[in-house]
């Protein structure tokens, strides 16, 4: 199971960490993920972190203002999310996931979204 916190609002240019807390096993295969779907919109990927925490990746809409981050000992990962724009707003899920050799992450077990919403 799969719980994200740290929702809110937040003013443009400011700054929320999001956290994903997993209940239950995980494995060196238990890549995470973080998605987020904005009203309207499909879900759009952020970033994603091995199990190792050796390599990340990011969407281009994020890279340079989200850092994700893991912490295997408390079974957590985070989002840290800087600059915040407006066009951020939506609801952030966390996953755990599969990780293909080209890199792409394949979410396998969704957590419950948590509303961020950056006012102008």
């Known amino acids: 199971q799969l719980q994200a916190s740290g929702g809110g609002l937040v003013q443009a240019g400011g700054s929320l960490r999001l956290s994903c807390a997993a209940s239950?096993?995980?494995?060196?295969?238990?890549?995470m993920g973080w998605f987020r779907q904005a009203p309207g919109k499909e879900r759009e990927f952020l970033a994603s972190?091995?199990?190792?925490?050796?390599?990340?990746n990011y969407a281009d809409s994020v890279k340079g203002r989200f850092t994700i981050s893991r912490d295997n000992a408390k079974n957590m990962s985070y989002l840290q999310m800087n600059s915040l724009k407006p066009e951020d707003t939506a609801v952030y899920y966390c996953?755990?996931?599969?990780?293909?050799?080209?890199?792409?992450?394949?979410?396998?077990?969704w957590g419950q979204g948590t509303l961020v919403t950056v006012s102008s």
């Open positions: 996953a755990l996931g599969r990780i293909s050799v080209s890199g792409s992450f394949w979410p396998d077990r």
């Open positions: 239950g096993r995980t494995s060196s295969s238990n890549h």
């Open positions: 972190i091995t199990y190792s925490g050796r390599s990340t």
